[in-house]
């Protein structure tokens, strides 16, 4: 079967998981790092789906920090992850995180 996701944020999710679109540490350059350690190289996740069973956070709250590695999929040039909610230990609401200006 040949296909492809056309809403990704429509993805059914298990119950406990988050899917979430992965943004990269990049260089002052704007190159992203390369690393060998995937999870090393997460600037921040943003969650796109959420699990039935998930209360506590909202689509669109940011994942500061998980433990563990990720294991990352790509669609049409973003990164994503599903991402067990127990391992992500600093989640905070959009209103909460201010971007870094680069100079």
């Known amino acids: 079967m040949n296909g492809k996701i056309k809403d990704i944020s429509k993805t059914i999710v298990r119950g406990d998981m988050l899917l979430c ?3 990269e540490k990049k260089t002052l350059s704007g190159l992203i790092l390369p690393e060998a350690n995937k999870s090393l190289n997460v600037d921040k996740m943003v969650i796109i789906a959420k699990g039935k069973d998930i209360v506590d956070v909202e689509v669109g709250d940011i994942v500061l920090h998980a433990d563990g590695k990720l294991a990352t999929f790509d669609i ?3 990164s994503y ?3 067990p ?3 992500c230990t600093m989640i905070v609401r959009p ?3 201010e971007e870094e200006k680069e100079s």
């Open 21 to 23: 679109e992965v943004y």
């Open 76 to 78: 049409e040039g973003k």
């Open 95 to 97: 209103d909460n995180f």
């Open 85 to 87: 909610r127990y391992i």
């Open 81 to 83: 992850t599903n991402i």
